[in-house]
T-cell receptor
Framework: EADIYQTPRYLVIGTGKKITLECSQTMGHDKMYWYQQDPGMELHLIHYSYGVNSTEKGDLSSESTVSRIRTEHFPLTLESARPSHTSQYLC???????????????FGPGTRLTVL | QKEVEQNSGPLSVPEGAIASLNCTYSDRGSQSFFWYRQYSGKSPELIMFIYSNGDKEDGRFTAQLNKASQYVSLLIRDSQPSDSATYLCAAGGSRTGGFKTIFGAGTRLFVKA
């Protein structure tokens, strides 16, 4: 049973399109994160949120934006996709819950984005 | 210097052997430490977390923490080909670090049948 969901799992789009990658979690976690990861490479934190109406930029400069209007939902938006945005995008959440107590992060299955 | 450093590998061990994965961290204020396993094309999966000095065992996995040396390790006993993956070390819970979790770049492990 998945506790953190990402849609779509795969997306191929043309340059200039606006896209939103969805992430939802059912664990009641207050903290949520977006990472970018190229194949065989390390994770790069691009955005994070410590709660509703709280968003921060991560360590990797990104042209994407995020919002946190509801605790369980943390969508990521690219206003104008470019080939350089082609990558794997991973959403994660953490926080006190019956399943976790030391802020370990749980990852969603990821969205593989290809921009032509 | 990266905040969490790991040898990128690949580390190659024969089936049945002990695989030893190492990690160092720079923020002395880090409180909690994690090991994730990531198969190729998949998302990271939490294997273990540790927050006290010493050893913590879970099945074939043992995590070791030495805060004085700022060193974390993961031992995998009786390694299996299915253990072949990239292992990510992470450190978090530091006030000066904004309580963020910092991931290392990962060590690739190959277990030869």
């Amino acid at each position: 049973e998945a506790d953190i969901y990402q849609t779509p799992r795969y997306l191929v789009i043309g340059t200039g399109k606006k896209i939103t990658l969805e992430c939802s979690q059912t664990m009641g976690h207050d903290k949520m994160y977006w990472y970018q990861q190229d194949p065989g490479m390390e994770l790069h934190l691009i955005h994070y949120s410590y709660g509703v109406n709280s968003t921060e930029k991560g360590d990797l400069s990104s042209e994407s934006t995020v919002s946190r209007i509801r605790t369980e939902h943390f969508p990521l938006t690219l206003e104008s996709a470019r080939p350089s945005h082609t990558s794997q995008y991973l959403c994660a959440s953490s926080g006190d819950s019956p399943k976790s107590s030391y802020n370990e992060q749980f990852f969603g299955p990821g969205t593989r984005l290809t921009v032509l | 210097q990266k905040e969490v450093e790991q040898n990128s590998g690949p580390l190659s061990v024969p089936e049945g052997a002990i695989a030893s994965l190492n990690c160092t961290y720079s923020d002395r204020g880090s409180q909690s430490f994690f090991w994730y396993r990531q198969y190729s094309g998949k998302s990271p999966e939490l294997i273990m977390f540790i927050y006290s000095n010493g050893d913590k065992e879970d099945g074939r996995f043992t995590a070791q923490l030495n805060k004085a040396s700022q060193y974390v390790s993961l031992l995998i006993r009786d390694s299996q080909p299915s253990d072949s993956a990239t292992y990510l070390c992470a450190a978090g819970g530091s006030r000066t670090g904004g309580f963020k979790t910092i991931f290392g770049a990962g060590t690739r492990l190959f277990v030869k049948a």
